[in-house]
């Protein structure tokens, strides 16, 4: 069993920053690709960002890249999602979500993730 655990939403003005964290526990089997979603009111979970555990590699959805980066700390079994230049279109509810498949081309669907955080809100005010 695999649990989620986000952290460090809140609310900025456009052009701020925030750092979300995904602090992940269980078996490191199950949780090779790490992926970033969000969801806005209204709207479908869109996967924004995406690492592979083993090599770090990245993986970001167009409309971030430049401005968020996806990172790892492994001793800490933690993920980060570093947010700049923040606009209101960022605004939404943000999961992470992990799956035992490592990261490829299908990495931001979310159905094929089996385990999720409950999410942490960023709202960005312009």
């Known amino acids: 069993q695999v649990q989620l655990v986000e952290a460090g939403g809140g609310s900025v003005q456009a052009g701020g920053s925030l750092r979300l964290s995904c602090a992940a526990s269980?078996?490191?089997?199950?949780?090779?690709?790490i992926t970033w979603f969000r969801q806005a009111p209204g709207k479908e979970r869109e996967g924004v960002a995406s690492?592979?555990?083993?090599?770090?590699?990245?993986w970001y959805v167009d409309s971030v890249k430049g401005r968020f980066t996806i990172s790892q700390d492994n001793a800490k079994n933690t993920v980060y999602l570093q947010m700049n230049s923040l606009k209101p279109d960022d605004t939404a509810m943000y999961y992470c979500?992990?799956?035992?498949?490592?990261?490829?081309?299908?990495?931001?669907?979310?159905?094929?993730?089996?385990?999720w955080g409950q999410g942490t809100q960023v709202t960005v005010s312009s």
């Open positions: 979500a992990t799956r035992p498949r490592w990261c490829d081309d299908e990495w931001s669907m979310p159905s094929g993730f089996a385990y």
């Open positions: 269980g078996s490191t089997y199950s949780r090779n690709c």
């Open positions: 690492i592979n555990r083993a090599n770090s590699f990245p």
